[in-house]
């Protein structure tokens, strides 16, 4: 049963453009929502992550932003660099200490 | 250490051979945790360790896979009879406590390929 569900799976991206990938969750008892990034041959590394007391959090060039009534969060990369190109996990849990479920993933390319 | 150590990196196990993989959480990490992520997918939980005391199971995908933590620090997962289907990088994440504001930092995992 996949609980979260992240779209798209693969994403292309110009240099200096927006990258924008989208989550949707079920479990209504998840509290905590971070994104991971993960380079080939690495573990996943937190990035941002946000709890649904609130719509937006912005660190840096990344946003998160979150719809509780929608049960959906998503990831904007602004001015979207070459070094960007990874991959990127959505996850929830109960806690920000308790077990990840983690989305499918999605494969940014940035193109210079 | 400076973070989470897993080794071997890469493991290579014919089908029916044990393995036994290792982390090293990061120190003083009370909790630690093994997922599984298949090629192309998202982890997926294993298994929850808080020090010693494995709280959560739930994760194992058969009585093959078993995991211990018996001095709260360093962690064993070990597959008996591995099938191809074991096939994957077994990450280990570790976190100060399961209280609020926790990070769980990752390892690089280890590459399992079942032959």
């Known amino acids: 049963q996949q609980q979260v569900k992240q779209s798209p799976q693969s994403l292309i991206v110009q240099k200096g453009g927006i990258s924008i990938i989208n989550c949707a969750y079920e479990?209504?008892?998840?509290?905590?929502f971070p994104w991971y990034q993960q380079f080939p041959g690495k573990g996943p590394a937190l990035l941002i992550a946000?709890?649904?007391?609130?719509s937006e959090k912005k660190e840096g060039r990344f946003t998160i932003s979150f719809n509780k009534s929608a049960k959906q969060f998503s990831l904007h990369i602004m001015d979207s660099q070459p070094g960007d190109s990874a991959t990127y996990f959505c996850?929830?849990?109960?806690?920000?200490?308790?077990?990840?479920?983690f989305g499918t993933g999605t494969r940014l390319a940035v193109r210079p | 250490g400076a973070g989470v150590s897993q080794s071997p990196r890469y493991k290579v196990a014919k089908r029916g051979q044990d393995v036994a993989l290792r982390c090293d959480p990061i120190?003083?990490?009370?909790?630690l945790f093994w997922y599984q992520q298949a090629l192309g997918q998202g982890p997926e939980f294993l298994t929850y360790?808080?020090?010693?005391?494995?709280?959560?199971k739930s994760g194992l995908p058969s009585d093959r896979f078993f995991a211990e933590r018996p001095e709260g620090s360093v962690s064993t997962l070990k597959i008996q009879r591995t099938q191809q289907e074991d096939s994957a990088v077994y990450l280990c994440?570790?976190?100060?406590?399961?209280?609020?504001?926790?990070?769980?930092?990752f390892g690089q995992g280890t590459r399992l390929t079942v032959v």
């Open positions: 479990n209504t008892a998840f509290d905590y």
């Open positions: 996850a929830a849990s109960k806690s920000s200490g308790d077990k990840l479920t």
């Open positions: 360790f808080q020090n010693e005391a494995q709280l959560d």
């Open positions: 120190s003083g990490h009370v909790s």
């Open positions: 946000i709890r649904p007391d609130v």
């Open positions: 994440a570790s976190s100060v406590d399961r209280g609020s504001s926790t990070e769980a930092f």
